[in-house]
Structure formats: C-alpha cells, structure tokens
C-alpha cells in the first residue's frame, strides 16, 4: 500500500470501513505524511493507494468528524474478539495521528479539539472502551490487542485534551461520568497484569512479546499514576467504593507486588518499575485528609484481609531488598535499566502503616524480624549501608515515553520490531545523599511509630514491639548477615546495641531536613527500653543447678554485656517518661555494652558467691585492671589531648569523644571516658612526684617494675593495662582505610581496604591476635595462593574466599599492612 498520486484518483463514496481498515497499515511516518500532505491541500482530502492497486480518497475533516462515533457504533454492534479489538486499536491509531497533527491546521484542530460534540464524542469512546477491557477475561492471542488498546485509549487522552496531567485531571472531573472512567481503567489494568503474571510464570510466548505486554502494562499504570499525583484526582478517587471499599485498588497492587523478577535485565527493571509505580499509587492515597484510604480499605473483614495480604508482599519485598539479592541481579546485567524508586518506596508505605491504627500490630508482627535482621548486621557494613551519606546502589526514578502510534503499529503489524525503537525513559536521579539520607530516616520513622504508645488507641499494643524485637534475638533468626554469630546471644545483643547507638548519631544530623525531634525521641526511647532488657536477658547464660534447682552462672561465668547498673543509667535515659528527669539527648550514650575478655570476666562474676567471700577478697578486686578500651580508642584520646589537655574539664568535648570513639571498639559512656581521664591525669601526677622524689633517697623499689598499682588503692587505670601488648605496638587501623598487604618478606601483594581492624569477627579475636579483616581489591599473586590465616569464614585461598563471601575478605597481620594514604 502505498500514497496515490492525485491523476489517478477514483472517485469514491464515504468509506470509513476502508479508511480505518487501510490507512492504519501505513508507517508512523507515512500516515503523518499523508495527513499533511492532505492539509497542504485545497480540498483537504487524503489520497493512497490500496493494496491492490486502486487509489482512494477521503476528506480530512469527514474523516476527524465522523470516525470518533463510527468507532462508537462498531462496539456497540459488533462481537468482542479479535477481529473488532484489531479494527478499533486500528481506528483509535488513526485518531492519535490526526490529534498529534491538528494544532497545525486551524480546520482539522476546530473539529477535533474544539467541537464540544466531538468532544464528547471522544470522552464516550475512550469509557466505552474502559468498560469492555475491563471485563475482559480471556487469555489467547487477545493479550497484546487487549493491552495495546487500553494504553493508546488512555494515551488517547492526552493527545486531544492536554499533555499537562493537572489539565487533564481538572477535565476529567468535570465529565459526568469519570466515576465510570476510574474504575474501567484501574479493572482494565488489572486485566493486563493478570494476563502479564500467566505469561511471566509460564514463559510459553516469545520474549519480544513478552517485553511488549510489559511496555503497555507499565505505559497504563504510569498513566494512573500521573492522575494520582494531581491532589484533586486522588481526593475523588478515594471516595470511589468499588476501588477503595471493595478493593479494587489494593487487589491490583496486590498482583503487581506478586509479579516474579527475573534475571533478564529488561524484565528485571520492568517489573521493578511496575512495583514502585502502583506504591507511589497508594502512596499519593494514604495523603488524602479529607477520607482516609486506609480506614475504608479496613472497613470490612475482606477489605482487611486483602489489605494486610497486600503489605505482606510489600514486607516480604523489603525482606529480600536487604538481604541483596535483587541488587546481585542487577548488578550482573551488561546493561542497567532504570528500576524505579520501589525500595524507597516500600519503605514510605511501611513507615504510613507502622503510624496507622489499622495496621501498626500487622507491621509489628510481621517486620520486627526484618528489622532485627538489619540490626544485627556486622557494624563496619551497618556504617556503611545505613549511617553514609551515600547509597549503593541507588535507586533511579523513571518515567517512560510511551509512542502510541509505534506500540500500535507494532501490535497491528504495521511495524517490525526492528522498527521500533527500543524504550526510553526520563531518569529522575535522586542524590545519592539525599537517597541514603531518605532511606535511612524512614528506618528510624518505622522504629518510632512502633515504638508510639498511645492508650486511647491501641492498648494491647502497649511494649508489643519491644517485646517482639527481644523474641526475636532469642530465636535463631533465619538468613542472618554475614560476619554475625548464630550461637552467641551475647554477641548478638553488643551488634544490636553498637548499630542503635550509631544509628541515633547519624540520625541526629538528619534533624530537621529528613527527620524530626519527635521521631529522634521515640527512637532514643526504643533504645532506652531495649538495653536494660538485653543486660537482663542476655549478660548470662543460665542453666539449672541439677542438686538444687536453682538458676546459677554458666560454666564460662560470662560477665553482663553491660557494665553499669540499668537502673542508674535508666535515670539517666529517662526511660520511665518523667518529664522531670533529665532528658537531654545526647545523655543517650552514657554507655553500656563494654566487652571483657572471659579471663576478666571470671574475676568479677559474683552471682552464686558467698558475700563474706566477695567482701574479703574486695581489695583483690579494686586492683583488677580491666581491659575495656582497646588500642585504637586509646590512641584516639592521646592524640586528642596533645590539643585539649583539659579535655576531662569540658563536658562538651568529654561527650563527644566518648562517641567517636565507641564507633571503633567498645561502648564507652562520657562519664566512664571523663573517669579515665582523671585517673590518667592522676597517674601522670603520680609519676612526676615519684620523679621528683627519687633523687633525695626516697624509696625507689616500685612494685612490679614501677607501676604504682598498691600506691593507688582505687587501680591505676580503670580502662586499659599501661603495659601494650605486641600485637597493640604493631600499628592502628580502622576500617575504611586503604591499605597494602606484604607478605613474610616485605614484599607487597596486594591492596585492599580495612573491613574491621578490632573486636571479635567469626570466631577470631582481632585485638588478642593482631589481625585485621581486609577486603582484597587488587592481587598481584595468583588468588589461588593459600591464605596465612585459614578459617571457615574466609577458606584456604583468596579465591575460596571470593567464593564464600563474594568478596576477596581474608584476616592479614596487622603488622603486614601498609597504610596507603591517611586514615578518613
């Protein structure tokens, strides 16, 4: 079929059968051609050739006039199968190519954009249309038709109304009818995600077409999302109770969140975006104030229920979200796809439901263990994914441009695939700060609306959530993170306590840009609640005396995790509410949660003992010196005080060092750091008197080679033992830091960065043993090499480690790293 040239013209009766059936198998650009062409002309007529050699024509704006309620009259008339679905997408093809040219010709844009009859005309095609693809159930060859002529009618919209979605709404309220209109398009869309779910799950038909039914199902639902971000839009739609009360709304989210992903880098990031559009959706619901989406999508038994199947798939989404396994996709794929902001999202509809009556015991049920998970992350990759600036990887937003005639011409057979372009999207790229920053607000937000008490509303919920959590660290915890110990409830609870603590740091700087002092004190509350309970429930280990029945200290004689009394820093936290009581924030960190080696540990375990004996041995016990702070953290304060040597003398300074340096090593608390110091200033006094008096023939035969430890009853250092071990004189490092790794010789190997350069990581004791846990970025020996320190975390090989963990993680003399430039 081909243009006619104007000699060989027959001259035909009106014929909109044959205008619809043979202009729609022109390309994109030849039906645009032949429009202009017409335009162009006197008589404005559209001249072509049909595929049998004779030549036709139609006038233009006979054609704009009357085609709009010939389509009408077709599906009135006509059966619903594939011959009809084909000549409407045809006819509805045509009205695209005339819409995208009338604002050129002053005739042809009077007839269609402004003759309020053909107006109307239009409006009542497209909700016709929305109707019967809404009740549409067959799944055969229909598909592709059914979803191609649901998005090129809604798309239609935009063509002969406005591109400007908050036109376009503002329009649409106005039509009688838009009640009608809302419901056929959400029932329509999903029809078209059912029909994606068989395809996607059986993967039968081929996978361009596949790849096609994607294309339309996410070109219709970004069309109802455009009208949902409008204000006006949303507030009538919620009052829709066949999409709301009925559920209509939620059972096409609830089919789109259980849309499978797949390793295909397309169908990937497709499905992804189709999930993070219809949670924006709901989203843009859950603001409305004039009626409450969540209260009439809980009004019934089967609303709820419906609702709450609904955000189980969203929890169980952010459940493998953390866990990396769609980043591991993604990241494998030669090609990235935008997918869309669904973690970020997901999160936002978490943090609306964690807040709302309807659902906070659901979320409560049903998270507490996701968020026990991220908790119990190791703490250098807490640090990282949670308290950064920066997010990796980061979402990207994205809005697809949706080409009716190509996606039609493809369907209709006008167009090969090689004729139409691939998809393209306009990127909406957040900063990766403000991404990380976002993500790591709402994860406080969650932790504070469950932590929220408000009688009047939820009294069974009263310490729900607290509780929850607890069960949940005394449970063994499926997919636990790398690096954290199944087997130690001990260790567990200092993860929990270390990672809250610097979670609530880096949550204060969010203040007021992301988060609020609300949010920031229901949070501090969680945290003050939560660690008396771990002292209580996790410092021992228990087991039944077999002769008396009683509870007594386990074989080991762990000591508590924490150091102080939690009664004495719960008045310090104010974890009682008195509004009385002291209740600055940073007040917080009075720490508890310092690790002692087991040696220490069994020194000072009195539960079980005879008080006569504990008190008979009470000087033995004052001159226990306690290996609390580790080389790291005092080597951080030697430093500081070169330049604050009055630093115990400022409350301000005391405060934060004790911070910065519990995020290298163990908890320490600002009084606990201020009582360190006046013992290290009072022992510096101590041996600059001793000095002073040793030439005048005092008594030079300190004891146990001058340490002082009986002229000082109260113990020299409370904290740390004067004397550094070896391992402690090999050098500092933390993690983060670049670093080289040389073998026996001297020789470097390697390069790679600090993962952790202190405490306890699978089973090694890194302070006792003088290692450090480095990832590998860059090998010159074959990664087949043994490893000098073989375990089960990292193998036998640099390659095997790869394997294990994914990365090239190995333990390395902390002796045998070279610092590559200064420590960040």
């Not at 846990?773 to 390659?799: E, I, M, Q």
Request: with cysteine.
């Amino acid at each position: 079929m081909r243009p006619a040239n104007g000699d060989d013209i027959q001259q035909q009766p009106i014929d909109l059968v044959s205008a619809v059936k043979e202009l729609h198998a022109f390309t994109s650009q030849e039906l645009t051609n032949l429009i202009r062409d017409a335009l162009n002309n006197n008589n404005n007529n559209i001249h072509w050739t049909t595929s049998n050699g004779s030549s036709k024509q139609i006038n233009l704006e006979t054609l704009a006039r009357h085609l709009t309620y010939h389509l009408i009259a077709k599906l009135l008339e006509s059966k619903r199968d594939q011959e009809l679905f084909r000549y409407l997408l045809a006819g509805i093809r045509l009205l695209h190519a005339l819409c995208d040219l009338a604002p050129r010709n002053s005739r042809l844009e009077q007839v269609l954009l402004e003759d309020v009859k053909i107006s109307e005309q239009m409006f009542d095609l497209i909700f016709f249309v929305m109707l019967v693809l809404s009740g549409f159930t067959q799944e055969s060859q229909l598909v592709l038709l059914h979803s191609a002529l649901l998005t090129c009618s809604l798309y239609l919209l935009t063509a002969f109304v406005s591109s400007q979605w908050n036109e376009l709404a503002q329009v649409l309220l106005q039509h009688p009818k838009v009640d009608i209109f809302v419901f056929g398009a959400f029932s329509a869309v999903h029809r078209d995600i059912q029909f994606l779910q068989v395809r996607l799950t059986g993967m039968q038909s081929d996978l361009t077409e596949v790849n096609r039914l994607c294309q339309h199902c996410e070109a219709s639902l970004q069309f109802l999302q455009s009208l949902c971000q409008q204000r006006f839009f949303r507030e009538r739609l919620v009052k829709n109770k066949d999409l709301c009360e009925e559920g209509g709304i939620l059972l096409l989210a609830h089919d789109i969140m259980k849309l499978p992903f797949f390793e295909d880098s397309y169908l990937m990031a497709v499905v992804s975006r189709l999930k993070s559009k219809i949670l924006s959706i709901l989203l843009h619901l859950c603001e409305v104030e004039s009626v409450s989406f969540l209260d009439a999508a809980a009004s019934t038994t089967k609303g709820l229920d419906l609702a709450k199947s609904t955000v189980s798939q969203v929890l169980e989404l952010l459940r493998t979200m953390f866990g990396g396994d769609l980043n591991g996709l993604a990241a494998s794929s030669d090609k990235i796809y935008p997918r869309g902001l669904l973690q970020l999202n997901a999160m936002r509809l978490t943090d609306i439901l964690s807040d709302d009556s309807n659902f906070r015991s659901y979320i409560t049920l049903n998270f507490t263990e996701v968020l026990t998970t991220i908790f119990l992350q190791p703490h250098a990759d807490f640090l990282s994914s949670w308290c950064s600036s920066e997010s990796r990887p980061s979402e990207e937003d994205a809005t697809l441009d949706f080409d009716s005639l190509a996606a039609s011409g493809w369907v209709l057979g006008v167009l090969t695939s090689s004729d139409v372009p691939e998809s393209t999207f306009n990127a909406c790229r957040v900063p990766r700060s403000s991404y990380a920053f976002q993500r790591t607000s709402l994860l406080v937000k969650v932790v504070a609306n469950l932590t929220c008490f408000i009688p009047d509303l939820c009294k069974e919920e009263k310490d729900l959530f607290l509780n929850i959590f607890l069960q949940c660290l005394q449970k063994e915890l499926p997919n636990l993170p790398y690096g954290v110990p199944d087997d130690s409830r001990t260790e567990r609870a200092a993860i929990i306590t270390q990672n809250l603590r610097s979670l609530f740091i880096h949550a204060e700087s969010l203040i007021p840009a992301f988060l609020n002092q609300d949010d920031l004190e229901l949070f501090r509350v969680f945290i003050t609640q939560l660690e008396p309970l771990i002292t209580q429930e996790f410092s021992i280990d228990r087991v039944t005396d077999a002769n008396g029945g009683q509870e007594s200290p386990d074989a080991c004689g762990n000591k508590g995790l924490y150091d102080n009394s939690p009664l004495e820093e719960a008045n310090q936290l104010n974890i009682h509410g008195n509004e009385n009581q002291r209740t600055d924030v940073p007040q917080i960190y009075n720490a508890r949660g310092v690790h002692e080696s087991d040696g220490d540990a069994q020194n000072v375990e009195t539960n079980g003992l005879d008080p006569n004996t504990m008190r008979s041995d009470e000087k033995q016990f004052r001159k226990r010196k306690r290996n609390i702070m580790n080389h790291t953290q005092i080597s951080m304060i030697e430093q500081a005080l070169q330049n604050e040597p009055d630093m115990q003398r400022k409350s301000a300074s005391v405060q934060f060092w004790a911070v910065k340096i519990s995020l290298h090593g163990s908890e320490i608390s600002a009084s606990q750091l201020k009582n360190w110091l006046n013992n290290r200033k009072a022992k510096l006094a101590r041996a600059a008197a001793k000095d002073i008096r040793a030439p005048s023939g005092g008594d030079n035969n300190d004891k146990q080679g001058g340490s002082g430890t009986d002229a000082d009853p109260e113990g020299l250092d409370e904290f740390f033992d004067p004397t550094p071990s070896t391992t402690q004189l090999q050098g500092t490092h933390e993690p983060g830091q670049m670093v080289g790794l040389t073998d026996g010789q001297g020789e470097e190997i390697g390069k790679g960065c600090v993962h952790q350069a202190s405490g306890s990581w699978c089973g090694t004791n890194l302070d006792e043993s003088g290692l450090c846990v480095v990832d590998v970025t860059y090998l010159k020996v074959d990664k087949r090499a043994n490893l000098p320190h073989p375990c089960d975390a990292t193998g036998t090989s640099f390659g095997h480690s790869e394997q294990i963990t994914g990365v090239k993680r190995v333990l390395w003399d902390s002796s045998k790293l070279v610092l590559q430039h200064n420590p960040r």
